[in-house]
């Protein structure tokens, strides 16, 4: 028994099997698909305007729709708070009570 | 002939759905052996040859030479094969196979030691068949599909070249490859059992 003859008996078990084809005729389901409208652009132009309509255009969309929405809570915040000013708002306000205190809690000369 | 195919790929890439009709008629079966001999199942060469025509069509505007049109239909389809092929192997890798279970092997070597098969053997035909794919199933993707494409689907040396984009002498030298390398295999896997015996 030689290797030439095993191989020649194995090719022919392969062999056996007979030519391949479709289970059925691919034609009617890949016309089919395309008759559906199942195209990608034949040219290339049409690319952008659809990656623009799927993709980008929701995202810049909801994007726009953060920033109005920030923009509108921003006046409602609670400023932070600033003693000075509210002790320069006081009605009894004078400019020497930002003044340093002396030793005994008055106000120093100028 | 060759003006034949042009014209209809002029046609096609105008838009016309009966040239490219013809275009697939022509070329399906072909397409689908090729299809079939890079991921080796039927119900995947099929999607592969679906979601290839569909390509073909979309990219129908960038065929610069309609004499060209079969080659150029022919390595989309193997494209779209190969990327198939490479996520099926991914997918292979996390599910390891083992090639030849013992006892198909034993029987694989007694139909090919016998000097005529028997009924047995006959009836076990498409067992011991599954045997040896599984063996070819093991060569490289590039010999693989030759060896297959000329054996099993009985395609000749000129048919095979345009159908993988290959020149025929490139054909003829892995088909030589395939035979050797698949020979080397089957004498490993059946020489420690004939050994044994």
């Known amino acids: 028994m030689t290797a030439g003859r095993d191989l ?45 309509i799927r993709v980008a255009w929701p995202v810049a969309a909801a994007g726009a729709a953060a920033a109005v929405a920030l923009a509108v809570a921003a006046p409602t915040r609670t400023p932070p708070p600033d003693p000075v000013g509210a002790i320069m708002a006081s009605p009894d306000f004078h400019p020497r009570h930002l003044l340093p205190l002396g030793p005994k809690g008055t106000p120093d000369a100028p | ?40 199942s039927p119900a995947e060469a099929e999607d592969a040859l679906q979601e290839a025509y569909l390509q073909i ?52 070597a007694s139909y090919l030691a016998a000097e005529s098969p028997g009924p047995e053997d006959v009836v076990a035909e498409a067992q011991l068949r599954a045997t040896v794919m599984g063996l070819v199933d093991t060569l490289g993707e590039k010999h693989r599909v030759v060896l297959l494409l000329r054996v099993v689907d009985g395609m000749g040396y000129d048919e095979i070249a345009q159908s993988l984009g290959l ?26 059992r004939r050994g044994a015996a």
């Open chain 1, 8 to 52: 020649e008996r194995a090719e022919g078990l392969l062999a056996s099997e007979g030519p391949a084809a479709p289970s059925v005729d691919l034609t009617d389901r890949i016309m089919g698909t395309i008759a559906a409208g199942a195209e990608a652009p034949a040219d290339g132009s049409r690319g952008w305007v659809e990656l623009w």
């Open chain 2, 57 to 108: 069509w979309n990219a129908r505007t960038r065929l610069r030479d309609p004499d060209a049109v079969r080659g150029w239909m022919f390595a989309i389809v193997r494209n779209v094969a190969s990327k198939r092929a490479r996520a099926r192997q991914r997918r292979r890798k996390r599910e390891p196979q083992s090639v030849g279970a013992t006892g198909d092997m034993d029987r694989l």
């Open chain 2, 1 to 40: 002939m060759n003006d034949d195919w042009a014209q209809l790929a002029q046609r096609a890439g105008a838009g016309d759905r009966s040239a490219f009709r013809t275009l697939v008629e022509r070329t399906q079966v072909v397409a689908y052996r090729v299809a079939l001999r890079m991921l080796g």
């Open chain 2, 167 to 192: 020149p025929v002498g490139t054909v003829e030298s892995r088909l030589h490859r395939a035979r050797q390398l698949l020979g080397k295999k089957l004498e490993r896997a059946l020489g420690r």
